[in-house]
């Protein structure tokens, strides 16, 4: 069966092939609240759809308007598996209880690293930070994640509230998604309220990204298998 979790999910887990995040618009914060709970009714009445899924996430942005959803396939031939068997009366359920979602796409990423939280650090993150970052050309990403990847490492103590960073890669080769764990909004504001250093400032300045665009979000639903 489905079960909830209030644990957020593991992004570092190697078991993880296929990760996959995407958007839906639903417009405000009750059809948030509404759409999270009609998810988790949906998934609760059924049985967990595949072995090869680990887990399933929903996140509500703080623009009031939006869901992030976060699935852990081990590899993206499971996911497909799923759409064609057990999708489609999911989302039917879904839209009787909470009509005129917007569903904006789905993006398909390999997890390329990590800045991973310390042995025994058992904060709970209080905010989620994604940020996409574009780019001109596919060799880029990888050298752009670890130049950030260097400058946390060297700045530890002006990233105290950071409890985690996961690079994801879109497998179409045009950007990297960046989920990150924060203590809470306040650590997150003091880092971007700070100077900046000359390591983030080759991070801002690197050539061939095209464009940033950042989302915060509250973890709402987690669901595993029971």
Not at 77 to 89: C, G, I, M, N, P
Not at 117 to 128: E, S, T
Not at 180 to 190: K, N, V
């Amino acid at each position: 069966m489905s079960r909830r979790t209030e644990q957020h999910p593991g992004l570092a887990d190697p078991r993880v092939g296929a990760p996959f995040f995407s958007t839906w618009r639903v417009g405000t914060p009750e059809r948030q609240r509404l759409t999270v709970e009609a998810v988790g009714r949906t998934w609760e009445r059924r049985p967990w759809p595949a072995r090869d899924l680990l887990g399933y996430h929903v996140y509500a942005g703080h623009d009031g308007s939006t869901l992030m959803h976060y699935s852990q396939w081990t590899g993206e031939h499971a996911y497909e598996s799923f759409v064609k068997v057990h999708r489609q009366e999911r989302v039917d359920e879904i839209d009787t209880a909470v009509p005129g979602i917007e569903r904006v796409g789905l993006g398909r990423y390999r997890r390329y690293r990590s800045r991973e939280r310390a042995v025994g650090d058992a904060r709970v993150p209080g905010l989620i930070v994604t940020v996409r970052v574009d780019f001109e050309a596919e060799e880029r990403r990888e050298e752009w994640v670890d130049l950030v990847v260097k400058a946390l490492g060297d700045d530890p103590e002006g990233h105290a509230g950071l409890v985690s960073a996961h690079f994801h890669v879109s497998t179409d080769g045009a950007h990297v998604l960046n989920y990150a764990e924060w203590e809470s909004a306040e650590a997150y504001d003091r880092v971007l309220a700070a100077p900046s250093s000359e390591a983030w400032e080759r991070v801002r300045t690197y050539p061939g990204v095209k464009g940033r665009t950042g989302s915060r979000y509250q973890h709402a639903l987690g669901l595993i298998p029971g």
